[in-house]
C-alpha cells in the first residue's frame, strides 16, 4: 500500500511559480514510477508529467513541456512538480499518483488507469 500526501498549490500570478509536493509512506515509493495530473472545473482528468522509478525517465504533457519539471528524492520518498511561467489555463486541482508495478516501465505512462494510487489533490490556481 502506498498514500499520498500533495501540498504546495496556492494561488498565483500569471508567469509565476510554484512547487509541488507529493509525499509517499510505505516501503514501495523508491521502485515506483510516479505521475501527475490535473483536473480543471467541467474537465476530464488530464496527464501532466511521469518519473520512472529511478528518475532516468521524464516525460511531459505537450501543455507544460519546457515550463514543468518533475524530480523525485527517494530517500526522502517525495516526488516534485516545479511549475514556472504559469498561465491562467493551468488552473486545476493536481493529483500525484503511483503506479504499484515495482521497476515497471511503461509505454502508457499518460493513462490514468496506468496507476493504483493517487493523492487527494491540490488546488492550484492561476490568475491573469
Known amino acids: 500500500q502506498v498514500q499520498l500526501v500533495e501540498s504546495g498549490g496556492g494561488l498565483v500570478q500569471a508567469g509565476g511559480s510554484l512547487r509541488l509536493s507529493c509525499a509517499a509512506s510505505g516501503r514501495t515509493f523508491s521502485s515506483s514510477a510516479m505521475g501527475w495530473f490535473r483536473q480543471a472545473p467541467g474537465k476530464e482528468r488530464e496527464f501532466v508529467a511521469h518519473i520512472s522509478w529511478n528518475g532516468g525517465n521524464k516525460y511531459y504533457a505537450d501543455s507544460v513541456k519546457g515550463r514543468f519539471t518533475i524530480s523525485r528524492d527517494n530517500a526522502k520518498n517525495t516526488v516534485y512538480l516545479q511549475m514556472n511561467s504559469l498561465k491562467p489555463e493551468d488552473t486545476a486541482v493536481y493529483f500525484c499518483?503511483?503506479?504499484?508495478?515495482?521497476?515497471?516501465?511503461?509505454?502508457?505512462?499518460?493513462?490514468?488507469?496506468?496507476?493504483?494510487?493517487w493523492g487527494q489533490g491540490t488546488q492550484v490556481t492561476v490568475s491573469s
Open positions: 499518483a503511483a503506479d504499484q508495478r515495482a521497476y515497471h516501465y511503461s509505454s502508457s505512462y499518460y493513462r490514468a488507469n496506468e496507476y493504483e494510487y
